[in-house]
């Protein structure tokens, strides 16, 4: 069976429907884009936000990529999660397991970066 191409506009329109949803969602207009070479993405930047720098250059994106590392190699071994619930609590633990590294919240802020991560469960269990 052979896969169909889909329609000349068909790509410049997906593309213009997730950069309009991303920017209604998050309310930010972006100061840059990263993205592949794709030809439609100059034109629909142009129209949406012609102010962002528009990165197009290899690895541009690694720092975004990596920084989700840590939690695909907790589930990998799990094999996913097999409940709404289960990912729920995974994904809560390991944003605050972040926030607390990078000093987002008042616990260790004064302690090196690391040692921020136990000295902030510390001062958790006192305060609990």
């Known amino acids: ?27 930010v207009i972006p100061s840059e884009v990263a993205t592949d070479r794709a030809p439609t993405y100059p034109m629909v930047l142009e129209e949406l936000v012609p102010a962002p720098w528009h990165r197009t250059d290899r690895y541009a994106n690694n720092r975004m990529e990596a920084d989700h590392g840590c939690l695909k190699a907790r589930l990998r071994p799990m094999r996913g999660l097999k409940q709404d619930h289960s990912a729920r609590v995974v994904l809560a633990g390991h944003a605050l ?3 607390l590294r990078r000093g987002h919240y008042e616990l260790a802020i004064d302690e090196p970066v690391s040692l921020r991560l136990a000295v902030a469960f510390e001062e958790l269990a006192v305060a609990i």
């Open 1 to 27: 069976m052979q896969s169909r191409k889909p329609a000349q506009g068909t790509h410049g329109s997906v593309r213009r429907a997730f950069f309009e949803r991303a920017i209604s969602t998050t309310k």
């Open 97 to 99: 397991v972040q926030n």
